[in-house]
């Protein structure tokens, strides 16, 4: 059975960077791609990015000029690194699995990251 | 960037009744690359429907999907209880995915 766990710092201060990473278990992680994707309270669904097993990304427009994600097969992990967040940036980080092409197949229960002073 | 307008905003219905889910997008979808997710409060989004038509494992031949284009539709034929939740379409038809406002379907 596919899982993937988040886990990360509960709250993070305006300017800083968020870092979250995603542990996926019962898949190997080498021939498929990982994605976060995001939503504020009472919002839709935002798409961040991407990374592929061979370490290439792929990132919204919107957000690239902030984000880096990595990928670490050997640890089953991969991750998330926001930068010069802002309350804006308060949502709950949810990672996912693409084991086929695009679209989000198993996700992780999701995180709460508030930005806050 | 490729934008997805869901409508209504929100369905309400009763237990039994049809829901009919629209998702519009900004242009066409190559190879039919859209997806619907089902969202409860508090949880992760599930994946519905893939390849616009394709069930995935587990989900009930009750929920349909269909369309091609611009124009896609999720269906519902006959609601049960736990049917009532939020519904996004997304497609990956180029490289930067997106998802649509979504769906709340109620109980009426």
């Known amino acids: 059975q596919v899982q993937l766990k988040e886990s990360g710092p509960g709250l993070v201060k305006p300017s800083e960077t968020l870092s979250l990473t995603c542990t996926v278990s019962?898949?190997?992680?080498?021939?498929?791609?990982w994605s976060w994707v995001r939503q504020s309270a009472g919002k839709g669904l935002e798409w961040i990015g991407r990374v592929y097993a061979s370490g290439s990304t792929n990132y919204n427009p919107s957000l690239e000029s902030r984000v880096t994600m990595s990928v670490d097969t050997s640890k089953n992990q991969f991750s998330l690194r926001m930068r010069s967040v802002t309350a804006a940036d308060t949502a709950v980080y949810y990672c996912a699995s693409h084991l086929s092409v695009g679209f989000f197949d198993y996700w992780g229960q999701g995180i709460l990251v508030p930005v806050s002073s | 960037e490729i934008v997805l307008t869901q409508s209504p905003g929100t369905l309400s219905l009763s237990p039994g009744e049809r829901a009919t889910l629209s998702c519009r997008a900004s242009q066409g979808l190559s190879s039919s690359y859209l997806a619907w997710y089902q969202q409860k409060p508090g949880q992760a989004p599930r994946l519905l429907i893939y390849?616009?038509?394709t069930r995935a494992a587990g989900i009930p031949d009750r929920i349909s999907g269909s369309g091609s284009g611009t124009d896609f539709t999720l269906t519902i034929s006959r609601l049960e209880p736990e049917d009532f939740a939020v519904y996004y379409c997304?497609?990956?038809?180029?490289?930067?995915?997106?998802f649509g406002q979504g769906t709340k379907v109620e109980i009426k």
């Open positions: 019962g898949v190997p992680m080498d021939f498929y791609s």
């Open positions: 997304q497609q990956y038809s180029d490289s930067h995915w997106t």
């Open positions: 390849g616009t038509s």
